[in-house]
T-cell receptor, first 109, second 116 residues
Framework: EDQVTQSPEALRLQEGESSSLNCSYT??????LFWYRQDPGKGPEFLFT???AGEEKEKERLKATLTKKESFLHITAPKPEDSATYLC??????????FGAGTTVTVRA | ETGVTQTPRHLVMGMTNKKSLKCEQH?????MYWYKQSAKKPLELMFV???????ENNSVPSRFSPECPNSSHLFLHLHTLQPEDSALYLC???????????????FGPGTRLTVT
């Protein structure tokens, strides 16, 4: 069974204080690893897809990286508007998507 | 907006009521999904429809009944629910199959369901 574990569960940052979120996974054939952002009371918003180890994707202050066992989401010089829950998910060769429980990031001004 | 809409956004129902959740996608995708999101827990996949055919049912109780009349619309019919069914119900869509597809799922805003 595919498993996704995200850490830490919660992260409190000062504005401008860079940090990283971890997503470790086991999957029977990785088709893709996805990062989503979710704001309270809303649906997850797609951020990145990573397909193979060594791949990196960037969007504004966010950078996602992938190895064979884990992915990191780096937040560089975060701003209060980066506060959200970040979800990681893996898709196996049957297109089944398995999500982690998420990391809730709070950025204080 | 992601191109996936859900109605209603909030629903309060008694355990003996019957209600339906509606989802519509405007992305031209061929697969649609229902997820349940409870506090502090990962999203739980409930149902998958691929080309209007149900391809997955993750041991969901029969008090939840999905319907997919076409590739753009998805319903979740609810009856005799329990208080533990209170959660955020999310609809998503994606493209499956073919070369060059990214396969990422796009989510609607969700329906916040409270069962009293």
């Amino acid at each position: 069974e595919d498993q996704v574990t995200q850490s830490p569960e919660a992260l409190r940052l000062q504005e401008g204080e860079s940090s990283s979120l971890n997503c470790s996974y086991t999957v029977s054939g990785l088709r893709g690893l996805f990062w989503y952002r979710q704001d309270p009371g809303k649906g997850p918003e797609f951020l990145f897809t990573l397909y193979s180890a060594g791949e990196e994707k960037e969007k504004e202050r966010l950078k996602a990286t992938l190895t064979k066992k884990e992915s990191f989401l780096h937040i560089t010089a975060p701003k209060p508007e980066d506060s959200a829950t970040y979800l990681c998910a893996v898709q196996d060769n049957d297109y089944k998507l398995s999500f982690g429980a998420g990391t809730t990031v709070t950025v204080r001004a | 907006e992601t191109g996936v809409t859900q109605t209603p956004r909030h629903l309060v129902m008694g355990m003996t009521n019957k209600k339906s959740l509606k989802c519509e996608q405007h992305l031209g995708h061929n697969a649609m999904y229902w997820y349940k999101q409870s506090a502090k827990k990962p999203l739980e996949l409930m149902f998958v429809y691929n080309f209007k055919e149900q391809t997955e049912n993750n041991s969901v109780p029969s008090r939840f009944s999905p319907e997919c009349p076409n590739s753009s619309h998805l319903f979740l019919h609810l009856h005799t629910l329990q208080p533990e069914d209170s959660a955020l119900y999310l609809c998503a869509s994606s493209q499956i199959g073919g070369t060059g597809s990214s396969y990422e799922q796009y989510f609607g805003p969700g329906t916040r369901l409270t069962v009293t």
